[in-house]
């Protein structure tokens, strides 16, 4: 089974207000770098669609070490 770190972060300028989220996969030596944002969104929305969006980025099943705060 493929091992796989995930690094994820979220926030937005005031709250409600805009936003964005940023995932790093790491397996390996390969990188892949994720990213959104949305004009009215809130913290809390930001930080959990960073994880969504990593872990919906996985091919198969995997070992995961996910890192968020």
Excluded: F, H, Q
């Excluded at 770190?5 to 207000?17: L, V």
């Excluded at 669609?49 to 705060?69: F, N, T």
């Amino acid at each position: 089974m493929n091992e796989v770190e995930i690094y994820t972060d979220g926030a937005c300028k005031g709250n409600p207000g805009p936003g964005g989220w940023g995932a790093l996969l790491c397996a390996g030596t390969a990188e892949k770098e994720l990213c959104g944002g949305e004009l009215n969104t809130t913290n809390n929305r930001m930080e959990l669609l960073a994880v969504i969006e990593a872990l919906s980025a996985l091919k198969r099943p995997c070992a995961v070490d996910l890192y968020l705060d």
